[in-house]
């Protein structure tokens, strides 16, 4: 019996380091696999993308219609001054061109035109001084400055008619030493048409005392 004991006693060192080697060997495969995490299944169902919101359609707008302008009644001739002192022309101006009318009726044209130069230093803007200018500078044949100074009196008449028909009549005949060109015809067409207008509207169609419309 003494021998199996020592035999037994002898072995059991072995059996126990193989057992601890076995167990080293497990603990490090288990140190050395690494745990993957798993991933929890989520509760939530997986909700469709949202789709964009529909826009409402734009509500139409009517296109906008072209106003016209109000239509405003064209001022009578009568409105209209037909002298100079009708327009309110100071006492100066009117001394002067009664001055400058007396020399045109004494046959000295050129005389009345120094008094009419010297009324529209006073008031260059009176379109009637203007007007009386070109009449006396067509009667001293000057046709050139008898068609600038009626086109400057139409540009100051602001439609007055009764002084629109004495210009283009100076026009027309300032053109007409020309010859019968088409400017001198659309003068004399133009002229015409106001004269009818101021007829038909009960005026006369005539400037009253011409060239200066002095009273």
Known sequence: MIPFLTVTAARKPRVLTTVALIAVALLAACVAQPTVPTRPESTQQTQPPALPPTSAPAETIPPLLPT???VRPQPSAESFPKTLAAAGTGPAVLALARQAQTFRSAGRPQDALGQYERALRIEPKNAFIWQAMAETHLALH???QAESAARKSNSLARGNPWLELGNWRVIASA????GDSPAAQAARTRADEIG????????????P????AVP
Request: proline letters at 8%; charged letters at 5%.
């Open 68 to 70: 016209q302008p109000p």
């Open 175 to 178: 053109l007409g030493v020309y």
């Open 196 to 207: 009818s207008a101021l007829a038909a509207s009960g005026g006369g169609g005539a400037m």
């Open 209 to 212: 005392a011409a060239a200066s």
């Open 142 to 144: 000057n046709v050139e």
